[in-house]
């Protein structure tokens, strides 16, 4: 069958360049912040940062090929199949860093959260797409309520308070783009607050003691604080042109904790100054706005939805990481996509964004 032109002339190269720069900038910054590493195998983490990638990338192109509107159709199975992984979490996950997030499988350990992410995604897309002569009904909106709080609740239990609250996140940006009511959000919403007193008593010692730690930063430097106050020393010596490649000393040295992981940002901060970490974030800016083009592009519900879902994950990842790390939000301990080390955040990410260019390359067809 010939390859229809309009396929090609409607690929956004732009997107793809986008997010390879900001991977490859993550792989040169987990390389610079395991340098000086003990363990052989920390050493090597960019090397696999580099094969996930390379990994990630066949996704891409997997998701690039597949009619987005075959995804939505399976959109449910994927669904189910997420909450049947995080599932099976309690029993058969490994346990790492104080939580229980991965499964393993042969050479390979995967994180369900991550692939429930995307998972959640299609599938409002699509219950949305399923309604969309009732949109904005009461019943519908319950239904992607539910939708929502399940994966968030597995999650939430891992425990990885950071992943859902994205969850949870995304789940309400979708409603409000179809049309919930503020009537209604505002009574949920002071609902939601109301019951943080109970949320309260399921978080583990270490949440609790971060969420202190944010509303009072002298509470314990030594202790749940160190991570904020090491970043943000981090970040502020890098000044405006920052320490120079493989210069920087608080990253570099240990005194930053996770510095491969969700701190990543502030070697990059340290090494770049303020002028690298203005580009680095430029980059993230330009990924979302051309994400949220192609969703207004769209010409049918599911392929707008599902580019604005993937777009806001994306977008609040990379927010609530970066407020993180300069202490302007509470350490809750996400990754920043494409940047942090982690296989299955960045397949995830690279398959989401070959799914958008997936409905900008066939916006002509519906």
């Not at 090397?47 to 987005?68: E, M, S």
């Not at 199975?77 to 996950?93: E, R």
């Not at 940006?173 to 209604?184: F, K, N, P, S």
Request: charged share 10%; net charge positive; glycine share 10%.
């Amino acid at each position: 069958m010939p390859l229809d032109r309009r396929l090609i002339q409607n690929f956004e190269w732009r997107i793809v360049l986008t997010a390879f720069l900001l991977a490859g900038l993550g792989i040169l910054s987990i390389y610079t912040a395991t340098a000086t590493a003990t363990l052989p195998l920390k050493q090597h983490l960019y090397l696999r940062q580099a094969t996930w990638f390379a990994v990630g990338a066949v996704f891409l192109l997997v998701a690039v090929t597949i009619n987005y509107r075959t995804a939505g159709r399976f959109a449910y199975l994927f669904y189910g199949l997420a909450i049947l992984s995080l599932l099976l979490v309690p029993f058969f996950g490994r346990v790492g860093l104080g939580a229980q997030r991965w499964i393993k499988l042969g050479f390979v350990a995967f994180q369900p959260s991550e692939v429930a992410k995307l998972a959640l995604v299609l599938c409002l897309a699509r219950y949305f797409e399923d309604r969309k002569e009732r949109l904005t009904a009461l019943r519908t909106m319950g239904g992607a309520a539910l939708l929502t709080l399940l994966p968030a609740l597995l999650v939430v239990r891992q425990p990885d308070l950071g992943t859902a609250l994205i969850l949870l996140s995304a789940g309400i940006a979708l409603m409000l783009l179809v049309g919930l009511r503020l009537r209604v959000a505002v009574p949920v919403g002071v609902g939601l607050l109301a019951l943080a007193p109970i949320v309260w008593t399921f978080l583990k010692a270490y949440q609790k003691r971060r969420l202190l730690v944010f509303l009072n930063p002298n509470l314990d430097p030594l202790g749940a604080g160190y991570h904020v106050a090491q970043s943000k020393i981090a970040v502020g010596s890098g000044e405006l042109w920052g320490r120079g490649f493989m210069a920087a000393t608080q990253s570099q040295l240990n005194f930053l904790p996770e510095n491969h992981t969700d701190f990543i940002f502030a070697v990059l901060a340290e090494q770049w100054g303020f002028v690298g970490s203005v580009a680095a974030l430029g980059l993230f800016c330009l990924l979302i706005t051309r994400g949220l083009e192609v969703s207004m592009e769209a010409k049918d519900l599911l392929g707008s939805l599902m580019a604005f879902g993937i777009t806001a994950t994306i977008g609040l990842q990379a927010l609530v990481n970066v407020g993180m790390v300069l202490g302007i939000m509470p350490v809750v301990g996400i990754p920043l996509p494409l940047l942090s080390y982690g296989g299955s955040s960045m397949v995830m990410t690279l398959t989401a964004i070959g799914l958008l260019l997936n409905i900008r390359m066939r916006r002509f067809l519906y």
